[in-house]
Structure formats: structure tokens, C-alpha cells
């Protein structure tokens, strides 16, 4: 079997886990719900804007807190050289989820520095998660995010495989009821 042929099978293999939308794409396998962390937000309804920068292995800011039914519009920049993610979710999420992004590094869907699209959508792989983005170098995207999750405390990852691991997380803590 050709390396083309494993590849297709390995995407074809992860699409019913993705058809299941945003959060649940990234849900720890094995356990029977997923995590609520929120959900997407109403643009005309936000509570707060926070531009964040995504660079070599960092975030800026590093450090969020939150009101519980806050919706936040996050305005993505990723300043940096490589392909950079921003993913809201707990350690679980993340942990499946770099998963799946090693086997989009290993099946060609995406590099260092560009996101193959037309890869990705041939394998059914399209990296269309409503809690994150990944950007290549000099793009710019947004979030708008509700935190009404039962979630204490996310965080806030990029899952490029080796990332997260240098450093590349922040920490976000959910606060007491927002006020309407």
C-alpha cells in the first residue's frame, strides 16, 4: 500500500470524529461527554475584545480571566515565522487534539510554515473547530467566544505538534456570573 494510499485511509478514519462539530472534534477519547467549555458567540452581543498575538512560542496575553456568560471576540494575529493554532479547551482536549494534528503534519495536510487546504479537504480533514484557528505566518483570524461552560479553568493552546510542549499555552480562569 503507497504512502498516498495509508494517508487518505488515516483521514477517511478520523472523519466521523470531526462530524461531530467544534468541541466534540476535540474531545478526550474514551469518555462519553465532552467537556462544556462554552460555545461560539453572538457577534452582536460582545462583551469584550482582546487582541492576541500569536509569535514563536508564546501568546500575548498569557494570561486571561473570564466571567462566566462573558463573550469575548478575540483578534488573532500570528506574528510568527510557522503555522500557528489557537485553541480554547482543558488539557484532555488538547491532548487528543495534537493528536490529530500530528497526523495532519504526517499526511502532508499542512507544513512548518503553510496549510495544504485541498489536502486537508481530500482527507475529510478541514480543521473547522468553532474554539480555534490555525493561521499560517501573517494571517489574521477572530474567535468570538461565550464562556458559559461548567469549566473552572481552560486553557488556551497552540497543538502544532512541539508547540504546546515549548511553552505555547496560556491560562484562562472562569470567574463568577457575568453581569447582562
Known amino acids: 500500500m503507497s504512502k ?57 496575553p498569557d494570561a486571561y480571566e473570564f466571567e462566566r456568560g462573558e463573550t469575548v471576540r478575540f483578534e488573532l494575529v500570528n506574528s510568527g515565522r510557522v503555522v500557528h493554532e489557537f485553541a480554547i ?16 503534519m504526517q499526511n502532508g495536510m499542512m507544513t512548518v510554515r503553510e496549510l495544504r487546504h485541498d489536502r486537508m479537504e481530500e482527507a475529510g480533514m478541514m480543521h473547522v473547530d468553532a474554539n480555534s484557528r490555525l493561521l499560517e505566518p501573517g494571517e489574521t483570524s477572530e474567535i468570538v467566544w461565550t464562556f458559559s461552560g461548567d469549566q473552572d479553568e481552560l486553557i488556551i493552546a497552540c497543538n502544532v505538534p512541539g508547540h504546546r510542549q515549548a511553552g505555547m499555552e496560556a491560562s484562562a480562569v472562569i470567574g463568577e456570573d457575568h453581569a447582562s
Not at 494517508?7 to 467537556?35: K, M, W
Not at 482543558?90 to 493528536?99: G, K, S
Request: proline letters at 4%; glycine letters at 10%; charged letters at 20%.
Open 89 to 104: 479547551g482543558t488539557d484532555e482536549m488538547h491532548d487528543a487534539h495534537l493528536q490529530e494534528m500530528r497526523t495532519m
Open 4 to 60: 498516498t494510499s495509508i494517508a487518505r485511509l488515516a483521514g477517511i478514519a478520523l472523519v466521523p470524529f470531526l462530524a461531530f462539530g467544534g468541541t466534540a472534534a476535540l474531545a478526550s477519547p474514551g469518555h462519553d461527554e465532552t467537556p462544556n467549555i462554552g460555545q461560539t458567540g453572538d457577534i452582536s452581543h460582545v462583551d469584550r475584545v482582546i487582541q492576541v498575538d500569536m509569535g514563536e512560542m508564546y501568546f500575548t
